[in-house]
Structure formats: structure tokens, C-alpha cells
């Protein structure tokens, strides 16, 4: 099995608030009313204007390749309200890069803690990952405790370039291992 296969296996799952299943394009009008709101992505990617700019960040950043990337669904409300996705996935060393974002009317809720870490507990198993790493902007301290509520410990604090602004930044990054809550 490859780490491949295994993300494919686990395409839609479920945790006790939400449906976690791969991005579609029926999608499109509830991510476009998420990321035209900076509020809600404000770390994660400049606010999408119009629904044609949103068009194109969802098909290529969400569509164009579906496997480790997961739609966030409220079961009640039967929509996106979120997304979790693997980046900069290295299958020599077994690890990946975690990004998230949430429609602020959920913030505060413990949903993405509950999503991340659902997530760790299939992705950091034998034929899976060996390490997820999860980087958030020294600022962002909603997103640094969904990191340790599920159960990712910080591992440094660094600078580097904002992707979209260039601008140095602070950030710290956290590390959840194979194992490591075993």
C-alpha cells in the first residue's frame, strides 16, 4: 500500500459533528461565500472577490487534485462550511504539511480540532504518514490551539515569507508523529 492508496481509502469519513468527503464543484457557492469574507481566510489566501476569482482558486487549489485535500460538511446543514487538506506531501519521508480553514459563524466550536485530529488518528498509522507538520502564523492563536487540541506539540518557532505578501512573518510550526499518543 502506498500512502496514496491509503488517502484514497479514506476519501469521505465521518466524525461526530461532521462529514469529512472530497471537494466538488456543486461546492463552488459556499466556498466563494466563505473566501470572499477576509475574516475567514485572512491566513490562508487573499479574499476572493468574485465568484469567477473563486471559480479558479477552487479548481485549482481544491479540485484539480481531490486525494488528501477534504471537504468540512455540517451533516445538518447538508454544505461546505470548511476545509482540511494535506500540502507539501513527501512520500520518501512520510510526512505532510496540514492547512485548514473554517467559516467563522463555526469558530469556537472545537470543529476543527475534532476534524484534525479524526484525521491524524487515520493518516499516522503503519501504511500511512509517519509525521503531519502544521505551520500557523505566530499571531494566529485560534489555529495554534486546534493544534494542540489535537494533539500536535510545537516544534519551533521561526521567520519566513508570507506566501502571497512576501513579507517575513513569524510562525511556529507543530508536529503530530506516528506513535506519539500511543
Excluded at 44 to 63: G, K, Y
Excluded at 92 to 105: C, N, P, Q, T, W
Amino acid at each position: 500500500m502506498t500512502l496514496w492508496t491509503h488517502l484514497a481509502q479514506y476519501s469521505f469519513f465521518k466524525t461526530p459533528r461532521l462529514y469529512l468527503r472530497p471537494p466538488l464543484i456543486t461546492d463552488l457557492e459556499f466556498f466563494h461565500a466563505l473566501a470572499h469574507d477576509p475574516e475567514n481566510v485572512v491566513y490562508i489566501f487573499p479574499a476572493q472577490e468574485t465568484l469567477d476569482e473563486s471559480l479558479v482558486l477552487w479548481t485549482h487549489a481544491f479540485l484539480k487534485n481531490p486525494l488528501g485535500t477534504w471537504v468540512l460538511e455540517d451533516p445538518h446543514a447538508g454544505h461546505l462550511i470548511g476545509v482540511i487538506r494535506l500540502e507539501k506531501i513527501q512520500e520518501m519521508s512520510a510526512e505532510a504539511e496540514v492547512g485548514y480553514f473554517l467559516d467563522k459563524r463555526y469558530w469556537g466550536q472545537g470543529l476543527m480540532a475534532e476534524a484534525l485530529e479524526a484525521l491524524s488518528r487515520i493518516l499516522l498509522v503503519p501504511e500511512g504518514f509517519q509525521t503531519l507538520i502544521l505551520q500557523a502564523h505566530l499571531e494566529n492563536k485560534a489555529s495554534q490551539r486546534v493544534a494542540e487540541k489535537a494533539g500536535f506539540s510545537l516544534y519551533r518557532q521561526f521567520k519566513g515569507s508570507d506566501r502571497y505578501t512576501r513579507k517575513m512573518r513569524d510562525y511556529v510550526e507543530f508536529r503530530r508523529k506516528r506513535g506519539a499518543d500511543e
